[in-house]
């Protein structure tokens, strides 16, 4: 089944600086999801776009989806050390994954104070 | 408060030994989910639930087996034909199944450890 895969795998910033993350994927969706993981931690909820919507934000987060290019990107601003987790796109629905929940490999962000 | 509970926190099992992984839910969701976390690595699906009495194989079944004889539970059974079974595992619900644009709700994560 698909899955999302997600750019760069690691990335390290310091305090106050912008922080970008990517997903790509290959078939059509019904929504797009960010969530992120806090280490040895359950997934918290973060930001759901959906196919028909190209942007959208929630306090310091901006995740925009272009559906041509089959890809999302989620933009951490000023970011701070308790930003510091893993950050996971999922893919709901589309061509063989009608209500599955698919997640891609994830980003690790490290936030330097 | 309502939320998604997965117990025990920690797990250990010996080699041959079948175990089960606990997860209730009180948010009334009808869609429920299993997925496995290796180091490093994203979450794989195992099996999820659209509605009571049913469920489906994820990516991953193999070795692994469900029930959903409750709508507040979706019980894991780690078997001994699951030849790696050591890793996190997640237990997911949503409000309902297909194309209905929610977020899932995670619990805290079973950690299991084959001894």
């Known amino acids: 089944s698909q899955q999302g895969e997600e750019d760069p795998q690691a990335l390290s910033i310091q305090e106050g600086e912008n922080a970008t993350m990517n997903c790509s994927y290959k078939?059509?969706?019904?929504?797009l999801q960010w969530y992120r993981q806090n280490s040895g931690r359950g997934l918290v909820h973060l930001i759901l776009?959906?196919?028909?919507?190209r942007e959208k934000h929630s306090g310091r987060l901006r995740v925009t989806l272009d559906t041509s290019k089959k890809s999302s990107s989620l933009l951490i601003t000023a970011s701070r050390a308790a930003d510091t987790a893993s950050y996971f796109c999922?893919?709901?629905?589309?061509?063989?994954?009608?209500?599955?929940?698919?997640f891609g490999q994830g980003t690790t962000l490290q936030v330097k104070p | 408060d309502g939320g998604i509970t997965q117990s025990p926190k920690y797990l250990f099992r010996k080699e041959g030994q079948n175990v089960t992984l606990s997860c209730e839910q009180n948010?009334?969701?009808?869609?429920m989910y299993w997925y496995r976390q290796d180091p490093g690595q994203g979450l794989r699906l195992i099996y999820y639930?659209?509605?009571?009495?049913?469920?489906q194989k994820g990516d991953i079944a193999e070795g692994y087996s469900v029930s959903r004889e409750k709508k507040e539970s979706f019980p894991l059974t780690v078997t001994s034909a699951q030849k790696n079974p050591t890793a996190f595992y997640l237990c997911?619900?949503?409000?309902?199944?297909?194309?209905?644009?929610?977020?899932?709700?995670f619990g805290q994560g079973t950690r299991l450890t084959v001894v």
């Open positions: 776009i959906r196919s028909n919507e």
């Open positions: 999922a893919l709901e629905g589309g061509s063989g994954n009608t209500g599955k929940l698919i």
């Open positions: 639930s659209q509605i009571v009495n049913d469920f």
């Open positions: 997911a619900s949503s409000i309902a199944w297909g194309p209905m644009n929610t977020e899932a709700f």
């Open positions: 078939t059509s969706i019904n929504n």
């Open positions: 948010l009334n969701h009808d869609a």
